[in-house]
């Protein structure tokens, strides 16, 4: 009995002393999960420094809109300007439509001309190959047949 009571009281102990680390690091993980291991803001120079930069930012945007409107106005008036007082005809002028002209007349007599030197020249090579009787001999020549 003794040493059943012994192995009890050992027993109680670790118990107790497994309840208390339980205890001990259940607290530490509540503790850790409250104030978290980073910091979750900004310090207040962080926060006046990057409101500074986005303030820059914002400003060095809105003046280029600004320029890049005044330029676009000024362009879009000299694009006016420009078609408000022609500076090349749209047309043709009388002399040289007359030289377009001569130049496709001539070029449709030559074309012309071409044409009927061609047809000439086949006509005369066609009257050509219809003379032409055959040079060689179809058959075996008497001597060789004689042979």
């Known amino acids: 009995a003794a040493v059943a009571a012994r192995s009890r009281a050992q027993k109680e102990a670790e118990a107790r002393r497994l309840a208390e680390e339980n205890a001990e690091k259940a607290q530490r993980i509540a503790m850790a999960n409250s104030r978290g291991r980073d910091a979750k803001s900004l310090t207040p120079e962080m926060e006046a420094a990057r409101s500074a930069v986005a303030a820059r930012s914002r400003a060095e945007k809105a003046a280029e809109a600004h320029r890049l409107a005044v330029e676009n106005a000024e362009k879009v008036q000299r694009i006016a300007m420009a078609g ?64």
């Not at 086949?122 to 047949?145: C, H, M, W, Y």
């Open 84 to 147: 408000s007082h022609g500076r090349d005809a749209k047309a043709l002028t009388p002399e040289v439509e007359a030289a377009r002209r001569a130049v496709a007349e001539r070029s449709a007599a030559r074309k012309s001309y071409q044409e009927q030197k061609m047809a000439e020249e086949n006509a005369t090579f066609r009257r050509r190959l219809q003379a032409q009787v055959g040079r060689d001999e179809k058959g075996l020549s008497p001597e060789i047949l004689a042979a």
